[in-house]
């Protein structure tokens, strides 16, 4: 999955710094695009060295092995060898560890580009020392990065899993159910709400399988099993669902790759561990 990155150590520690050595990675974002540098037939997140101008404002975000990662706050980019381009880019790279850092990276610098004033008076921010927050000078109000618990959930029976297609899907390819937990909701209860607002099934056997972060969305994955009748009607939500079947072990269609819990979900389907 994204975020298994073995024997590379990632560490999300947060320091108050801003030294910024030759060898440090700079993540550079512009809307919903990531600064890469072409390398061979992959792309390399840019390093210090790389860079011809001066970085005149940064933040630090985390490490990898021996090497920080800055984010740049105010990007004034000109270099032939850098290349804007999507951020689910990253999702498809062979370099993991540029994967997974420029995810995270884009995580944490659109928390902090998003609150870089004060929600409660206006005033502007600044960043804490001690902890990743940013602090009213003013009024005392503390912000952290938000991270959203969200299920997914392999629903299946016998030797069928259901698959559906998301309506807001960037690619023509089948997931699973998935869905945000509402104010005063126990993980439990999001599942079977969500499955049952998407597609009208009651589900039972219930088991958690296991989680990860998603940066792309700032959120959790909880992942889950569970089962249902195939003789059930499935009723799609038009808003939420292009299209939802049962589908058997041997004959899956499309689906989410590997680099995603749901992707990781519907393998271990097909391989017969769930």
Not at 4 to 22: A, N, R, T, V, W
Not at 49 to 55: K, N
Not at 57 to 63: C, G, I, K, N, R
Not at 89 to 108: H, M, P
């Amino acid at each position: 999955m994204l975020n298994e990155i073995s024997p590379s150590l990632f560490d999300s520690k947060y320091f108050h710094y801003h030294e910024i050595g030759d060898e440090d990675f700079l993540l550079c974002y512009r809307d919903n695009e990531v600064l890469l540098k072409k390398s061979g037939d992959d792309y390399e997140i840019p390093r210090k060295r790389d860079f011809t101008e001066s970085i005149e404002s940064s933040v630090y975000l985390f490490s990898i092995n021996s090497s920080h990662c800055f984010g740049i706050v105010e990007p004034q980019i000109n270099h032939a060898s850098f290349e804007f381009h999507d951020i689910f880019i990253l999702r498809n790279l062979k370099n993991k560890e540029v994967a997974w850092i420029g995810s995270v990276g884009q995580q944490l610098m659109t928390w902090y580009n998003n609150n870089r004033y004060c929600g409660r008076c206006g005033s502007k921010t600044e960043l804490k020392e001690d902890e990743r927050a940013t602090v009213c000078p003013e009024c005392g109000l503390v912000i952290y990065p938000k991270i959203s618990p969200a299920i997914i959930v392999a629903i299946t029976c016998n030797n069928k899993i259901l698959l559906a297609k998301g309506k807001h899907y960037k690619g023509d390819f089948y997931s699973l159910i998935a869905g945000y937990v509402d104010v005063g909701e126990s993980i439990e209860e999001t599942v079977i709400r969500e499955v049952k607002e998407e597609v009208g099934l009651d589900i039972k056997n219930l088991k958690y399988y296991k989680s990860q972060p998603w940066p792309f969305s700032a959120s959790v994955m909880l992942g889950f099993t569970a089962e249902a009748d195939d003789t059930q009607q499935i009723i799609i939500e038009e808003n939420e669902i292009k299209e939802a079947g049962w589908f058997e072990r041997e004959n899956l269609p499309p689906h989410s790759s590997g680099v995603s819990i749901s992707g990781d979900l519907i393998t271990a389907f097909e391989k017969g561990i769930l």
